[in-house]
């Protein structure tokens, strides 16, 4: 089907514009924010034209590097590696040091790439009218359109420092947004928690990449000629069988600590659903594709380091696998608890990305990889799905309890792109969850973690009742509050500090939301009851609902191998390389195969999968760059077992939440306070698990106040008494020195100097004439003359 | 090398600002002027750190940098002040200070 005839396809090979210039994509953007900043206010959109354009232009370089990476690997051989494009630029030098910035690029790239991009044009065009009338409109672009610069820039990066750059500039963004509103103080708060809690994992990322810079700069100066912080050099050299046990595993522990702030693993998750404070196309975008991937794409970016720092395929449990579990399970069993409609999703976003880690940290690789891409589109969806209902319907509110229920009459599109979405999140077949979902949960057992693969089944019957759960309260039911027309006066935020009102910035009154006054409502016009979103926000739906049902085809397992495109295309395929090969700027497919491979390679396929010595043994004659991971065979048994367990959790719910919430069921009702274990469980759980607590009054009470509190022991007792003591003696001392010396001796001194200084005074008072200039005339001028007599002297 | 050419900008420069403090009367373009000035000197010192191959010009411009950026502050400061106090940020009519 790629018979593209061999010509054309060399052709475009010997060209691969977009593919070499791919380090132009987070340029564009980054060009953007500039322009919005400094004439986004006097743009017709204020600004919002340089944004969506920047994003589109990404997206059609994404697109065009896309295109040309597929023709490139489907033209070379089946098992053939390709080497990925790379490019760089020194940054700048230090202490013999260089820092380069350059591009990366290959199928990992491209693929996460092509979702950001594409993620952030639709939440851009979104946001027109979401946003429409916000007093910072202009400033919100900016940080949008600067926030998907930094994700790509991280994507793209050629090495670690231009990684971190990038994960920087998307912390600092990530504040800027989530604080949008500031005005509200749970807001700031929330911004707040969200910055300091992963630059706490930060520090991680800034450790580990010196430890591996320092263990690794040696190897890859002398065998590839780059430097520690090149990404090919550190994954060439954690495979190379060169490291030193310790400093792998200390440099990988360091670097997953900072996946694990970022990307809201536990114990760190507690940021991820405040940030739900910011405006709802910022938690789209944060959710889905940019901040929160971040940290996963570091590990699957260094993979190499990470599979051999945490004996990846060697063992039961690792690290990486055990922190993905227990997000996936704790992150779901929250999401019981909370009634607002973005928190619910926060917390899913949480347990899917355990979902990613755990995949990583059992060696699925590529099944963790496009989780990454679909769960992008699909949580996208239901974030922006979520933000119609309150844009449209619930009066900004995201309660789902007080202003929602029987939504789906009025809201046909949004419904139904969430009920898509929803299957896709649940893993239905054949949804796109469905493909990535159950091939990570397959994978995980495939590699020997039996028991993490039962905590992904477990994991997967909590998401379809949780999500059923939301769904029910959303869209079925009777209307309430704000869903039915009421007007309700008291706001939200009056029973936990993360509720907000998606709107209330500062001026706006509260005691009528539907005030001729207050601008951004105007388009609500004659109707008062919940209704449709306009276009510009339902078409984003449509599509991401499309993609939802659609992206998981392009690697439907269970369809045969023709259809396992993105594993032909992500998917580094391993072999052993010569060094050269890696380091030529551009390579052509094949060009860096060495000798021995050449003869002694018979293809001994094991599910049509070539065996290489990588990630097992140490390479003979070259190097390694990606680790041998082997795919588990798919089978219809296992895909019905986990179908089975998801339909048993949304019929289980459903039928729950008719009891509970429709019919009043008296069993059901009440439950938690009558029975006093339920109850304590209940009360775990809406108070987080007490980490917040935690966090908050432990560690940085426990720290910071004894710290204090020691401090100002030290400065009343010890300090004070010395200078107490001191001033005691000095005042015996000076009382002796005034009468002798001070009345006699310096008082006549200071007397006739006094006289001489008045004199002098009367002499230059002309001088000082208050008049700032001419202050400056008289500097310049002795310093000129002061020159001059330098000058003189000198000659 | 350049080094003429260097040294006749950072002249340039240093004569204008040192024109601007003296002649202006507003407090800000004075502000700007002494940017100005430290500039100039930033110039030099890179000019004569490029000849001589040695990085402490760099190094000391980078000093001066920061140094400036203080001062800017303070003095943005001062300004403020003055407008809040006087609603005017003519140097000119500030002679409190004469003595």
């Known amino acids: 089907m790629f018979a593209a005839s061999s010509e054309a396809a060399s052709a475009v090979l010997t060209s691969g514009f977009f593919l070499e210039n791919a380090w132009v994509i987070p340029v564009i953007p980054a060009v953007a924010f500039a322009l919005i900043i400094f004439f986004g206010r006097k743009m017709p959109m204020k600004g919002s034209e340089f944004g969506i354009l920047s994003m589109v232009a990404s997206l059609v370089f994404s697109g065009g590097a896309i295109m040309q990476w597929i023709d490139r690997v489907n033209g070379a051989g089946e098992d053939q590696y390709v080497a990925p494009i790379v490019k760089t630029w020194t940054w700048w030098q230090s202490g013999g040091m260089e820092f380069g910035l350059g591009q990366h690029v290959d199928g990992l790239t491209l693929a996460v790439l092509g979702v950001v991009a594409f993620i952030s044009t639709l939440v851009q065009i979104y946001s027109v009218e979401y946003l429409r009338g916000d007093r910072r409109y202009t400033h919100f672009f900016a940080s949008l359109t600067l926030f998907s610069a930094g994700m790509m820039n991280m994507v793209v990066a050629e090495n670690m420092i231009q990684l971190i750059l990038g994960w920087e500039i998307m912390g600092l963004c990530s504040f800027m947004l989530i604080g949008h509103w500031w005005e509200e103080g749970a807001n700031s708060r929330a911004a707040l928690k969200a910055f300091f809690t992963t630059r706490t994992g930060d520090v991680g990322l800034l450790a580990g990449t010196s430890i591996l810079f320092f263990a690794a700069n040696d190897w890859t100066q002398k065998t590839l000629g780059v430097s520690g912080f090149s990404i090919r050099g550190l994954s060439a050299w954690a495979l190379s069988g060169e490291p030193s046990h310790s400093a792998i595993v200390w440099g990988a522990a360091a670097l997953f600590i900072a996946a694990i702030g970022k990307s809201g693993q536990f114990p760190l998750h507690t940021w991820l659903p405040d940030a739900m404070a910011g405006p709802t196309p910022v938690s789209s975008l944060l959710h889905s594709s940019t901040m929160v991937v971040a940290g996963v794409f570091l590990v699957a970016r260094l993979y190499p380091v990470f599979f051999e720092g945490m004996d990846i395929l060697g063992g039961s449990s690792n690290f990486i696998v055990i922190i993905g579990g227990i997000t996936i399970v704790i992150a779901a069993a929250l999401a019981f608890v909370q009634t607002d409609i973005k928190k619910v999703l926060a917390y899913s976003t949480v347990s899917q990305l355990g979902y990613m880690m755990m995949g990583l940290g059992a060696g699925a690789w590529l099944p963790a990889v496009f989780h990454i891409f679909t769960h992008a589109f699909f949580k996208a969806c239901l974030f922006l799905g979520a933000g119609s209902i309150s844009h449209s319907a619930s009066h900004h509110s995201f309660e789902m309890k007080k202003d929602m229920g029987g939504l789906r009459k009025f809201m046909p599109v949004t419904f139904g792109t969430w009920i898509i979405s929803t299957l896709a999140l649940c893993g239905v077949f054949p949804f796109s969850g469905f493909f990535s979902k159950d091939e990570i949960i397959d994978n995980v057992g495939h590699n020997g973690y039996t028991l993490f693969m039962y905590v992904g089944l477990g994991g997967a019957f909590l998401t379809a009742a949780y999500m059923t759960r939301a769904t029910y309260l959303t869209f079925f039911g009777e209307p309430r509050g704000a869903a039915a027309g009421e007007h309700h006066d008291d706001g939200h935020g009056d029973d936990h500090a993360g509720a907000h009102d998606d709107h209330s910035h500062g001026d706006h009154a509260h005691a009528d939301h539907h005030g001729a006054d207050a601008p951004h409502d105007s388009h609500h016009g004659d109707s008062h009851g919940p209704h449709e979103s306009p276009a510009l926000i339902t078409m984003p739906l449509i599509i991401l609902a499309a993609l939802a049902i659609g992206s998981g085809l392009l690697n439907a397992v269970p369809f045969g191998h023709s259809f396992e495109n993105f594993t032909k295309w992500v998917e580094p395929r391993v072999e052993v390389i010569s060094p050269t090969g890696l380091a030529t700027v551009v390579g052509g497919p094949g060009a860096s195969r060495t000798a021995a491979e050449e003869e002694g390679d018979g293809h001994s396929t094991e599910e049509g999968h070539h065996d290489s010595p990588c990630g097992k043994e140490t390479p003979k004659d070259g190097i390694c760059v990606a680790p041998q991971l082997s795919h588990a065979k798919f089978k219809w048994s296992k895909a019905a077992l986990s179908m089975i367990i998801v339909l048993l959790g949304m019929v289980i719910s459903w039928v729950l939440c008719v009891q509970l919430y429709d019919r009043k069921n008296k069993a059901l009702v009440g439950l938690t306070e009558r029975n006093a274990l339920l109850g304590r469980g209940y009360r775990f759980l809406v108070n987080k698990y007490y980490l917040d607590a935690l966090y908050e009054n432990v560690i940085v009470r426990g720290i910071a106040h004894p710290v204090s509190a020691a401090a100002y022991w030290v400065n009343q007792n010890v300090l004070d008494g010395a200078v107490n003591g001191a001033g005691n003696i000095t005042r015996k001392l000076s009382g002796w020195v005034y009468r002798n010396v001070d009345q006699r001796v310096v008082d006549g001194t200071v007397n006739a100097s006094g006289e001489a200084a008045r004199g002098l005074g009367g002499f230059l008072r002309p001088v000082q004439s208050g008049k700032v200039n001419q202050y400056g005339a008289l500097l310049f001028g002795t310093a000129a003359i002061g020159a001059l007599v330098l000058v003189i002297i000198n000659t | ?99």
């Open chain 2, 1 to 99: 090398m350049l080094l003429n050419q260097f040294l006749i900008l950072g002249a340039v420069l240093f004569s204008i600002g040192v024109y601007g403090v003296i002649a202006r009367r507003n407090a800000v373009l004075v502000l700007m002027s002494i940017e100005l000035i430290l500039n100039s000197v930033n110039i030099n010192l890179l000019a004569f750190s490029l000849r001589s191959g040695t990085p402490d010009g760099h190094t000391f411009a980078l000093y001066v940098i920061a140094v400036a950026a203080a001062e800017v502050g303070v003095g943005l400061a001062m300004v403020l002040l003055m407008y809040r106090n006087r609603r005017s940020i003519a140097l000119d009519e500030l002679a409190e200070m004469k003595g």
